[in-house]
């Protein structure tokens, strides 16, 4: 009989279908996928694991494909305001009803009484989704995002043919390890062997080289392979230039980008003869039309990351912009970012989760003119908006003129800040996907 449950109610379902909300491992995800018959072998799949700078990698790996005619899908977590958001196909959100009935295959094959019960996370619940909608709708490109370390993420359970990390920074320590050369080594478990491991920092970890030695993976480097000039904005690959000044995304996750949809041209086009050689007549765009993919970077943008929300209007509101930085290398990046920008004064709406290094955080905007505006996150991770102004004011560097408030919302927090600012000031909003999330849908209802 076919179930009735709509979106709401399978999130509910899927949030209690397992006691622990974090239970690592591939086995559970393996055995679906074998029962549910996904299968990539007539696809391409690019993996993109990291710290930081994931989602936007995928996001513009994901437009130039589009643009190259390929069918693409992509899985991304987590979602700001939708779970839709998590899965694309060519560029659309998945719809409720193709959604509905995947989890409810899933959760028949899962509970199939000739074999054994399988219990499954809420994250694989929905990486599970995501294969098998792209396997279901044979899409020719498959791009997945790590969600947690990526040797036992759920995602790994399929092999790459690009495998990419963006960054190495210190986060979920407790299930990754408390060194970058721990976490680095759990992050190059996504690496396969004689496929390309694209590795987006200039001095990787040593133990994700050893890593990649030891299996045999092909590592194409930053600083080696492909080059990025921070101080020109130019990016070299292949002989080719790319200029990251008009991107609205982090410029690093840019060059990783690029760097990973070369290799993917290379391994299209190294004479193997597959779905995406004999659907595409010429060479990969990559290499046949700089100019198009000069226009895919400068307009490539993500929910959340970099985001403008509302751009200055000259004498009636200031910019508002929103970034999910919620560790201490993303806020460091969006430091420096808001500093490029021109303001008296900048609001910055914060609400972080406990196990976040919040105060070294926050403390790299603290020479900053700030008006703090600290925020309560309601979850049970989330943190209470006293520690974040504990943070800010212990900074030695803390900007004379600065202020720094608590709120007991993201919603009373920010709609301060908005009644606050001034023409020439700037509202930041960062520190969680809950935070950014929180304003989004302020917005969405007002």
Not at 230 to 245: K, P
Not at 311 to 322: E, I, T
Not at 336 to 358: E, P, Q, W
């Amino acid at each position: 009989m076919k179930n009735n449950k709509g979106l709401s109610d399978w999130l509910t379902y899927i949030e209690q279908a397992h006691t622990k909300e974090i239970d690592m491992g591939l086995s559970r995800t393996e055995d679906i996928v074998n029962r549910l018959q996904i299968d990539f072998t007539k696809q391409y799949v690019v993996t993109v694991g990291g710290t930081n700078g994931k989602g936007t990698t995928c996001a513009l790996i994901e437009q130039i494909c589009l643009h190259a005619g390929l069918t693409v899908g992509v899985y991304s977590s987590p979602h700001l305001v939708s779970f839709r958001e998590r899965i694309r196909l060519n560029g659309h959100l998945i719809t409720e009803v193709m959604l509905c009935d995947i989890f409810e295959q899933i959760d028949l094959s899962r509970k199939d009484p000739s074999q054994k019960l399988i219990e499954l996370t809420y994250f694989e619940f929905a990486t599970l989704a995501a294969l098998k909608a792209f396997s279901a709708q044979k899409v020719d490109v498959v791009i997945l995002e790590v969600g947690l370390g990526g040797r036992l993420d759920a995602v790994n359970v399929i092999d790459a043919d690009v495998a990419v990390i963006t960054s190495i920074g210190l986060d979920h320590q407790d299930w990754l390890g408390d060194t970058k050369e721990k976490i680095a080594f759990e992050k190059a478990g996504i690496f396969r062997a004689n496929t390309p491991a694209i590795i987006g920092e200039e001095q990787p970890q040593q133990s994700m080289l050893d890593y990649a030695q030891q299996i045999g993976a092909k590592v194409v480097c930053r600083g080696k392979d492909f080059f990025f000039n921070e101080a020109t904005n130019l990016i070299r690959i292949q002989g080719e230039l790319f200029s990251t000044e008009n991107a609205k995304i982090p410029k690093q996750n840019v060059v990783t980008a690029l760097a990973a949809v070369n290799a993917l041209s290379q391994k299209v086009f190294s004479g193997e003869a597959n779905v995406l050689s004999r659907k595409l007549t010429t060479a990969f765009p990559f290499l046949s039309a700089t100019n198009d993919i000069q226009a895919i970077i400068d307009k490539t943008q993500v929910l959340g990351r970099h985001h403008i929300l509302r751009q200055q209007q000259k004498g009636k509101c200031c910019a508002v912009m929103l970034d999910v930085a919620h560790n201490e290398d993303s806020a460091l990046q969006l430091s420096r970012l808001i500093r490029t920008y021109s303001f008296i004064t900048c609001h910055i709406v914060a609400g972080m989760l406990k196990d976040k290094n919040i105060e070294v955080s926050l403390q790299t905007f603290s020479d900053i003119q700030a008006h703090w505006y600290c925020s309560t996150l309601p979850t049970a991770r989330g943190e209470r908006a006293e520690r974040l102004v504990r943070a800010v004011n212990s900074s030695a560097q803390l900007n004379k003129k600065s202020k720094v408030e608590a709120f007991d919302s993201v919603e009373m927090a920010y709609k301060q800040a908005l009644t606050n600012a001034k023409v020439n000031d700037i509202i930041l909003v960062m520190g969680s996907f809950l935070t950014v999330a929180a304003v989004l849908k302020y917005h969405a209802s007002a």
